[in-house]
Every structure is written in C-alpha cells, then in structure tokens.
C-alpha cells in the first residue's frame, strides 16, 4: 500500500499530500452530484467532453514523460471508433456483445499501435520525423475513409458509408438479469467519471515507476540514457502504444455515446486539437485532465457564438499560452498551488525532474 501511494505522489506529477487530495476527491464528489442533479442534456454534454479525456491523457503521457510528439492520437480514435462501429452493427444490440466489441476494438487499436511504432521507433525514426510520420497515417486514413461511399464498401451489414461516415451503431450495454441493459445518459456519465478517474490514478502509478523515469531519461537525453543502459527505442514504443490504445478507447466510447463515426473525426482540424489541449494545458497528467474538459467547454461556448471562429480562436489561445505560460497554463496554475507548503514543505519538491540523475539507481 505505501509503494502505491508512493508512486501516486511521485516526481513525474505534480500534487502531492492532503489538501491535494481533498481537492481531488471534491471534484470527484462534485462531478457525481451534477451527474445526478443536472438535466439530461447538460449530462450528456459533459458525457461528450469526458470521451475525450482519454485521448488527451494519452497524448499527455507519451509527450510530457516520453517528449513523442504524435499526430496520430486521431488516427487511433478513428481506428478505434470504427472497428466498434463495425462489430457492434454486425453483432447487433440483441447479442449482448457490445463490451466484446469494445475489448476487440481496443485490441485492433493496440495491433494497430504496434505495427506504427515498430516501424517508427525500430526503424530510426526521431525527432519531428515521427509527428510528420504520425500526421501522414492519419490524413492518409482519413482520405481513404472517405472514398468508400457505396454499398460495395460494407463489411457485413456495416456501410462504411464514405463522408458520410456509419451511423446507428449499438450503445454500449451490459447483460442484467437475463436482458441486455443500454449505457446511455446518465449511466454513461457515471461510468465516464469513474472510468476517468481509473486511468488518471494508473497513469500516475505508471508515470512514477521506473517506466516513467526511463521515459524521461529519454527525453531529456536519448543518448545518455542509451549509454546507461536504457533501450531508448522499446521506452518509446511502450509509451506510444500505450497513449495511442487510450485514444482508441475515446473512439469507441464517442461511436457508443453518439452512435456515429466519421472520416472528419481523423482530419486535421481534428488531428491539431489534441496538440493544442496538452499544449495550453500543460503536459502533467493533473493539469490536462483539467485543462481539457475546461478547453472543451471553451469549444463549444465559441462554436455555438462564434461559429467559424472556433478553431481560430483556440489557436491564438494556443499561441498566447505559449508566449505567456510555456509550460502549459493549467500546469503554471498547478505547480504554485503545489509550493505554497514553503521550502521545507514536502510540496514544495519540483514536478517532473529529469530522472538521470538517478539512472543508475534505477538500473
């Protein structure tokens, strides 16, 4: 239990001890109460946001410890959204095997992963070659996607649809007493929050293990780690796989939550909104989970007022943040919060500090 918590409280992340906690465990609190009081459509709103998070973690997670930066999160949800969307419509609600074609999903997403990443880590590939690489595969998706309108372009009695993407797909269920019980509305949300909540307390364990300080020894120095022992080239590939199953999950749960999936969720408007939610975010875990359901609400307040200016506004929030807050505004935020405990205060440790000066411990 206390090399748990441990890893909870751990170098690579910032916030640490009870008042940070206490916050976390209010917000939790707060977000199953609005699960409850809102009305429906507030819900299913904050439902749409939440799907997204994962994407954005996993993207945090690769690029804040492992410095990857991949254009390929898209490609993975798309990936992801439609191998759901094909099982799922094959299979029919009626089967009850709409979590087998989630798992299934995740693991065509994972397969998928690994191949790109042999191929690009394995094969030299570094540096900005690898989100040339990773935005390539994802419009080369997204192209091919959208040429096959047509009943000939159907596997099974899934329409792959063109454009116009496939649509009517089963929701996500659960067998209950002897019936198959939908996942939608409020029991989506439910889900979504305690779901979330999993994986950011997981990715926080994974970022403080010795995983996590191998990541980052690659990041600050790719040949000093080498020279230490480290292989630089599977460090990387276990955490691409890893952020890029994490954005096939928030593909599948979108085609579960809007029983819909398209080719413009992988083009490059969409390709470009993960970058922008860690960058203004900040690369911590904390601080993009954050950053991100508040840069969505952002979106949408600017999409439903200023129309076509969405996109262009959170680029200039994206370029302000930048010149202003370069290590994200969220993180800025955060890591004052986290030293208010003083010099001595056990708070006051820095986030995220290169790990090589331990290397050979961990070794």
């Known amino acids: 239990m206390r090399s748990v918590l441990r890893l909870l409280e751990g170098d690579q992340t910032i916030g640490r001890g009870l008042p940070f906690w206490g916050l976390m465990s209010l917000l939790f609190a707060g977000a199953l109460a609005f699960g409850v009081t809102a009305g429906s459509f507030a819900v299913e709103n904050c439902s749409y946001f939440l799907v997204w998070v994962f994407m954005a973690l996993g993207l945090a997670f690769m690029w804040g410890l492992g410095g990857t930066m991949s254009f390929g999160q898209t490609a993975f949800f798309g990936i992801g959204g439609y191998c759901y969307a094909i099982l799922s419509t094959n299979w029919g609600v009626e089967s009850g095997l709409t979590m087998a074609a989630a798992l299934l999903s995740l693991a065509a997403v994972a397969l998928s992963a690994a191949v790109l990443g042999y191929f690009v880590f394995f094969g030299g590939i570094n540096g900005v070659l690898v989100s040339i690489t990773t935005l390539a595969v994802?419009?080369?998706?997204?192209?091919?996607?959208?040429?096959?309108?047509?009943?000939?372009?159907?596997?099974?009695?899934?329409?792959?649809?063109?454009?116009?993407?496939?649509?009517?797909?089963?929701?996500?269920?659960?067998?209950?007493?002897?019936?198959?019980?939908?996942?939608?509305?409020?029991?989506?949300?439910?889900?979504?929050?305690?779901?979330?909540?999993?994986?950011?307390?997981?990715?926080?364990?994974?970022?403080?293990?010795?995983?996590?300080?191998?990541?980052?020894?690659?990041?600050?120095?790719?040949?000093?780690?080498?020279?230490?022992?480290?292989?630089?080239?599977?460090?990387?590939?276990?955490?691409?796989?890893?952020?890029?199953?994490?954005?096939?999950?928030?593909?599948?749960?979108?085609?579960?939550?809007?029983?819909?999936?398209?080719?413009?969720?992988?083009?490059?408007?969409?390709?470009?909104?993960?970058?922008?939610?860690?960058?203004?975010?900040?690369?911590?875990?904390?601080?993009?989970?954050?950053g991100t359901v508040v840069l969505l609400g952002l979106s949408q307040a600017l999409a439903i007022y200023g129309s076509q200016y969405a996109l262009v506004s959170l680029a200039l929030i994206l370029v302000v943040s930048i010149m202003g807050c370069p290590k994200g505004v969220f993180e800025t935020l955060l890591r004052r919060i986290d030293s208010i405990g003083g010099p001595g205060d056990q708070n006051s440790k820095p986030v995220r500090k290169s790990s090589l000066d331990r290397s050979e411990v961990l070794l």
């Open 138 to 290: 994802t419009l080369g998706l997204e192209t091919f996607l959208s040429q096959t309108a047509g009943p000939k372009w159907a596997i099974g009695r899934a329409e792959l649809g063109g454009f116009n993407g496939i649509s009517s797909m089963p929701p996500l269920t659960v067998p209950w007493h002897g019936d198959n019980v939908e996942i939608t509305g409020r029991s989506l949300y439910f889900g979504l929050i305690i779901f979330v909540a999993i994986t950011y307390l997981a990715l926080r364990i994974l970022a403080n293990s010795k995983v996590g300080d191998a990541m980052v020894a690659v990041r600050e120095s790719p040949l000093r780690a080498e020279a230490l022992g480290y292989d630089v080239k599977a460090i990387l590939f276990v955490g691409f796989v890893v952020g890029s199953v994490l954005a096939g999950l928030s593909g599948l749960l979108y085609a579960g939550w809007g029983q819909y999936i398209s080719p413009d969720t992988m083009g490059l408007s969409a390709a470009a909104l993960p970058i922008i939610w860690v960058a203004v975010s900040g690369k911590d875990l904390t601080a993009t989970m954050v």
